[in-house]
Every structure is written in structure tokens, then in C-alpha cells.
């Protein structure tokens, strides 16, 4: 009695295959970031999936909600998203889908797809269309750049009616 025994090559290599499960996954998460005592921000989000790499990646595939605060802990600004990716290496978080951001002492509004976080230079940036929508104005543009409270910002290429003297009356 004689047996054989093939072995297919694409048979034993999937068996190999490491299974990409996240090390953690967290419900109803809320997160504090602070530096010297002080809170600067904290993130809501309905679930976050972390995966540990060499690289660390945090996603927020239900989205979230991170509030800025200031030297006094009153909330500045907030930003909200659909979808949130944060890449703790580089200290930078990205934001996806129906992007709100806003600052609350001035009643400004940016909407935006996309939008970056960068901690630790504290700018946010977009390189896609973005709409600003001021009390009396609204201003779209193709990007923007400004500080994380959203406090002063630069548009690239703005169209809208735009104010050339906002502390003058009307100009005849």
C-alpha cells in the first residue's frame, strides 16, 4: 500500500498569515490631554480601535468630538468628524467625513471632508474644499492652515463676500 502527501504552496502560506486583530477596542471613550496640570483637550468618541505597531494607530471609526480649552479651562473651540484616525508616532490626527470645526467666542464655523491635526506644532490644516461661516459672511475656499482654536487662520484661495475693511461702515 503506497500514500502520497502534496503540499500547495498557497494552502501552507495562508496558514501563516498573522490575523490583523486590534490590541484594544473601548466603548464610550473619553481621553484628557494636558501638559503641565493644565487640560488642553479632551476627545469623546462612541468606540476606538487601537492597533499596536510599531507604529501606534488609533482610529475612531464612529467618530468623535475633541473640545480645546483655554488658559482658564473654558472651552475655545471644538472639532467634530465622522471618522477619526490618530498616528500617536507623529502626534497628528486626522479627520474624515462631514468635518466641523468650531470656535466658540468668535461664532465661526469651518466645514470641511478633511482636516489634520497636529499636535504638536498645534495646527490644523486642509488641503480640500472648506467653507467658513462667520456671523455676517461666508468664505469657502480650497485648504486652510490656522492654530488649533481656530483663533487665526490663512485660506487658500478664498471666493465670498469678503470684508477688505470690517471696522468701516459701509463704503460708498
Given amino acids: 500500500m503506497l ?27 473619553e481621553l484628557m490631554y ?15 480601535v487601537r492597533q499596536g505597531t510599531e507604529d501606534p494607530v488609533v482610529e475612531f471609526p464612529d467618530g468623535f468630538k475633541v473640545i480645546f480649552y483655554d488658559s482658564i479651562d473654558r472651552p475655545e473651540s471644538e472639532i467634530t468628524a465622522r471618522y477619526g484616525i490618530m498616528y500617536e508616532a507623529e502626534k497628528k490626527m486626522e479627520a474624515k467625513n462631514n468635518v466641523v470645526v468650531r470656535n466658540i467666542d468668535k461664532q465661526e464655523m469651518l466645514e470641511t471632508e478633511h482636516l489634520i491635526w497636529d499636535r504638536k506644532s498645534g495646527i490644523i490644516y486642509s488641503d480640500v474644499f472648506i467653507k467658513i461661516t462667520k456671523p455676517d459672511q461666508v468664505i469657502f475656499g480650497d485648504g486652510l492652515r490656522s492654530d488649533q482654536n481656530f483663533e487665526s487662520y490663512e485660506i487658500k484661495n478664498p471666493t465670498g463676500e469678503l470684508s477688505i475693511y470690517p471696522d468701516d461702515e459701509e463704503k460708498k
Fill in 3 to 29: 500514500f502520497s502527501c502534496k503540499n500547495d504552496l498557497t494552502v501552507i502560506q495562508s496558514l501563516s498569515i498573522t490575523d490583523s486583530v486590534p490590541d484594544e477596542i473601548a466603548y464610550d471613550i
Fill in 34 to 48: 494636558s501638559d503641565s496640570g493644565k487640560v488642553k483637550a479632551f476627545l469623546k468618541s462612541p468606540s476606538m
